[in-house]
């Protein structure tokens, strides 16, 4: 059965620009640390889009959506910020085309 998937858009708020290996590895710590390896098998998170180095585009499971959250919300580093969480990759794409105007 396939799963169903969330796109949360990110900002990348540190200093510079960040790659898409940083980002990914920085959300699948912050799961880890906060809900242990089982948590993070129930958001497996994939980065799916990244723009300029500092907007991107995560693809979670929807069962792990709020745990995602929580650790990005808890982040003492506040490397990164929420912008959205979408149910599609069309609607994230456009809303980063809305950003750029």
Do not use: C, H
């Not at 790659?19 to 948590?39: I, T, Y």
């Amino acid at each position: 059965m396939r799963s169903k998937r969330r796109y949360v858009l990110l900002e990348y708020t540190g200093e510079g620009e960040a790659s898409a290996e940083e980002v990914l590895s920085k959300v699948r710590l912050l799961v880890a640390k906060l809900f242990g390896l089982v948590g993070l098998a129930d958001v497996n998170p994939d980065l799916v889009y990244s723009w300029g180095g500092k907007v991107f585009v995560v693809a979670v499971r929807r069962e792990g959506l709020e745990k995602l959250l929580a650790s990005l919300v808890l982040d003492r580093s506040y490397s990164m910020k929420i912008l959205s969480v979408t149910g599609s990759l069309r609607r994230a794409k456009k809303l980063i085309a809305s950003m750029r105007k």
